[in-house]
């Protein structure tokens, strides 16, 4: 029995150790880039491991104006902002501050100047000087480009893009007229308003789908807005014809915007208006936007494709 218990105390206080011993091994601070640093070219490491430097004037970063964030080439932390750049002519990419605990600043080897190093990985990234006079910080950070990479920074276009939907016949000649007007980032041209899922020209032309051809806009409202794109429509297609457009006959080809805001409708309800007053008997229906299925290929930017010019539309001043 005295022995068995003296085994079972072994046995517990070997346990008690290597449990000890395992979380001795755990870091203090969970590593932020836990996976493997980037694998580094030779020339890489050799400014950022072997602590060299890259001729002035040959870093990509140089002259480098975009927003966003330079971060570590070797771990992907951010680094510097695009806010904290400034042109040195030294040569090499110059900032003025780093992101606050980003960059880590040691005595260089050559005990005179700093070098910077990133905080969370070591890699080498340039030297650091003070009271030079070129900026309000009166500091340099000056950096080798091939020690960073850069993150451009996100811009959210949701408030500045807007799509419309034009339909007014063969939208080949409707996507020509509309796609060369200003402000317009894209035009697609499809199939809008009907019964069935994904149709083909071939369903919509023969089997009464109920789908009109229609081309669907993108445009930047700082440059462009709706009211300016829907004058247009009412002038390069007649919105006085009903399930036709010129020699394109059938329902497929009737008048319709297809709104995509309750503004859009107002918009466009003012503006039939205007060509009622000025004697045309507009057709246009106004209907609220439904899926908009893309039409096949062969079918995009056909004038384009083709180098014609439209059979189909022309534009007709009826504003004036
Ligand atoms: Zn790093």
């Given at each position: 029995m005295k022995k068995a218990a003296l085994i079972t105390i072994m046995l517990l206080a070997a346990a008690v150790f290597a449990m000890s011993l395992v979380a001795k091994e755990k870091p203090a601070k969970e590593m932020k880039y836990p996976q493997k640093y980037s694998e580094l070219t030779e020339e890489e490491a050799r400014v950022i491991v072997h602590k060299g430097t890259e001729a002035p004037f040959s870093g990509r970063f140089v002259s480098h104006k975009q927003d966003g964030t330079y971060t570590c080439k070797q771990c992907g932390e951010p680094l510097f902002s695009s806010d904290a750049k400034f042109d040195s002519k030294s040569g090499w990419p110059s900032f003025d501050d780093a992101i606050p605990g980003a960059v880590k600043e040691i005595p260089d080897a050559d005990g005179v100047r700093t070098e910077i190093v990133c905080a969370n990985c070591g890699a080498h990234l340039g030297h650091v000087f003070v009271g030079e006079g070129f900026t309000d910080k009166n500091t340099r950070h000056c950096v080798n480009s091939i020690s960073l990479d850069f993150e451009p920074k996100e811009v959210d276009d949701s408030a500045t893009q807007e799509t419309?939907?034009?339909?007014?016949?063969?939208?080949?000649?409707?996507?020509?007229?509309?796609?060369?007007?200003?402000?317009?980032?894209?035009?697609?041209?499809?199939?809008?308003?009907?019964?069935?899922?994904?149709?083909?020209?071939?369903?919509?032309?023969?089997?009464?789908?109920?789908?009109?051809?229609?081309?669907?806009?993108?445009?930047?409202?700082?440059?462009?807005?709706?009211?300016?794109?829907?004058?247009?429509?009412?002038?390069?297609?007649?919105?006085?014809?009903?399930?036709?457009?010129?020699?394109?006959?059938?329902?497929?080809?009737k008048s319709v915007i297809f709104y995509t805001s309750d503004k859009q409708k107002e918009v466009a309800e003012k503006l039939i208006k205007k060509l009622k007053k000025k004697g045309f008997s507009v057709a246009t229906e106004l209907i609220p936007a439904s899926t908009f299925w893309k039409a096949e290929s062969y079918h995009q930017n056909y004038y384009e494709k083709k180098n014609q010019e439209p059979y189909c539309h022309a534009k007709v001043d009826r504003f004036q």
């Open positions: 419309a939907i034009f339909a007014g016949g063969c939208f080949w000649g409707v996507q020509y007229h509309l796609d060369k007007a200003k402000g317009v980032l894209s035009t697609t041209v499809g199939y809008i308003g009907g019964k069935t899922k994904q149709p083909s020209y071939e369903d919509v032309s023969h089997h009464n789908t109920g789908h009109v051809e229609a081309v669907k806009v993108v445009f930047d409202n700082r440059k462009t807005s709706f009211e300016k794109l829907a004058k247009l429509f009412f002038e390069i297609h007649d919105p006085t014809q009903v399930n036709r457009q010129g020699p394109d006959v059938g329902e497929q080809y």
